[in-house]
Each structure stands twice: as structure tokens, then as C-alpha cells.
């Protein structure tokens, strides 16, 4: 039985001290590989750099997070394109819009969003959506756009709003979250969606699953949400693990051999 963690953030530094030690760990519990997103410029390289040391494993994926508005720079953009070009990661990301705080600037939000959007269409790479907050506002977007497809990582919203992101080719990312009792909307949600929607996360370090809160969040607990998403649709874990590895090696162009196949 493979897995795949579409969304694990491992170049962070809470993983400096243990990462080869963690993505041994994967390896011996079925772990085939892990998508690492990127959040800012000045993380660019270092993930670059892990995800060739360890590119048996891990994938990357570059973009400019909303949440870091203020460290983006302008020409950040004409860099991102840049290093697309030259290291061809496997999507866009992490990329979105973010209206939780209060304190946040739609407007340059927007303008990041879309000029990353440009550049997904210009390369024919998905996006990594980073959503809380704006589902309405991101979906109209992509309508206008000629997005290749993505996901819609650490999905939240509604079942109508799932419906719409899979009529974009736009697929939904469920992790910790999920396992957490008081999740009741959500975890009716994955009960009412097709497999075929559906990929698996950890979001590490953050968004531990429920027998983990308040801990780092870790790769290696994968098949803890496997199971719980097994338990909520009274599926086999085999029969979801077969499905949700294949989406995401589908949605992202990963060859079964290894290495991708753009």
C-alpha cells in the first residue's frame, strides 16, 4: 500500500535537525512521495536544494504564499517564472487568497494571485491553492482563467463549493483536519465527495491530526488520516490509498518510475 503527501511543508527549520531520519520512516511505511511547497523567495533554493538531495522522495513546488505578502517583492515574479523555467517543479505553489485577518490587502492579494496564474498557464503547471476565507472570490478567478488544474489544499468549504473546484479540474487536499470529532461539516463532506476528488495531506508542520495536537505535525502520520478517511466512508484504507496516490500522481505528472514526466 503507497502513499502520497500532496502538501508538507519539510524544508522548513523545524526539520533541520531530523529530516533524513523522518524520510527514512516514511520510506518503510509506504510513503512513495511528498510534495514540497513553497511559500517565499528566500525559501526557494534551500527547497530546491532538499528536494534534489532527496529526489526519490520529495517534490517541489515554488510560489509566493498570501500570507507572506509583505516579504513578496515585484520582482519576485520575473524570479519565479525564472526558476520554473529552469528547475520545473511540479506545480505553482503554495498560491491563493487568504481573508482570515482582518488586516490583510485583497487588492495586492489579488494582483500576487493572478500574476502567479500567469505563469501557471505559461508553463502548463497546476496550481497549489491556498484558500481560508475566499472560495467564492478564487473560483470566479479561475473561471476566468486557463488554469491546467490543482488542488485546493487543506480544503474547508462547502459540498457546492467542492463541486465547482472539480469542474475547474481543481482537485481537494484533506488532512489533519479531518480526523479532529468536532470537524462534523467537513467530515461529512469527504463522506459525500468521489474518491476520484480526492487527495491526501499532512500540511506539516502544522495541522497535526487529532491524536497529535498541539505537536508537530509529521509526514509519517499519512496513514493515521488514511485510516480515519477509511472509517468515515466505511471504504478499505487499500482501496483509498490506491485511488488518492493515483490522483495525485495523475494531477501533479509524476511517472510511476520516478522523476516527473513533464
Known amino acids: 500500500m503507497e502513499l502520497f503527501d500532496s502538501h508538507c511543508h519539510l524544508d522548513f527549520p523545524v526539520f533541520d535537525t531530523d529530516r533524513e531520519a523522518i524520510l527514512n520512516h516514511c520510506r518503510k511505511i509506504g510513503i512513495r512521495g511528498i510534495i514540497v511547497p513553497g511559500v517565499n523567495r528566500a525559501g526557494w533554493s534551500n527547497l530546491l536544494a532538499i528536494c534534489s538531495r532527496y529526489k526519490d522522495l520529495l517534490y517541489p513546488a515554488i510560489g509566493l504564499h498570501p500570507l507572506f505578502l509583505a516579504q513578496h517583492k515585484e520582482s519576485d515574479l520575473p524570479e519565479l517564472a525564472s526558476r520554473i523555467r529552469k528547475n520545473r517543479p511540479v506545480a505553482v505553489g503554495e498560491i491563493g487568497l487568504d481573508y482570515y485577518l482582518p488586516e490583510c490587502n485583497h487588492a495586492q492579494q489579488q494582483a500576487c494571485f493572478e500574476a502567479q496564474l500567469d505563469i501557471a498557464e505559461q508553463t502548463n503547471l497546476p496550481v497549489i491553492l491556498h484558500v481560508r476565507k475566499a472560495h467564492d472570490i478564487v ?30 479540474n481543481i482537485k481537494l487536499g484533506f488532512g489533519g483536519a479531518i480526523t479532529h470529532p468536532r470537524a462534523h461539516r467537513l467530515r461529512r463532506l469527504v463522506k459525500q465527495l468521489p474518491l476520484e476528488a480526492m487527495i491526501l495531506e499532512t500540511d506539516a508542520p502544522d495541522m497535526a491530526p487529532a491524536n497529535h495536537h498541539g ?12 485510516n480515519t478517511l477509511a472509517e468515515l466512508r466505511d471504504e478499505k484504507p ?24 513533464r
Do not use: C, W
Open 215 to 226: 505537536e508537530r505535525n509529521l509526514p509519517s502520520y499519512l496513514p493515521g488520516i488514511l
Open 238 to 261: 487499500e482501496t483509498i490509498a490506491a485511488q488518492t496516490t493515483a490522483n495525485t500522481m495523475e494531477l501533479f505528472a509524476i511517472d510511476p518510475g520516478g522523476g516527473t514526466s
Open 139 to 168: 473560483l470566479s478567478t479561475l473561471r476566468r482563467r486557463h488554469v491546467k488544474g490543482g488542488v485546493a489544499h487543506a480544503f474547508s468549504g462547502s459540498l457546492q463549493q467542492a463541486e465547482q473546484y472539480l469542474e475547474l
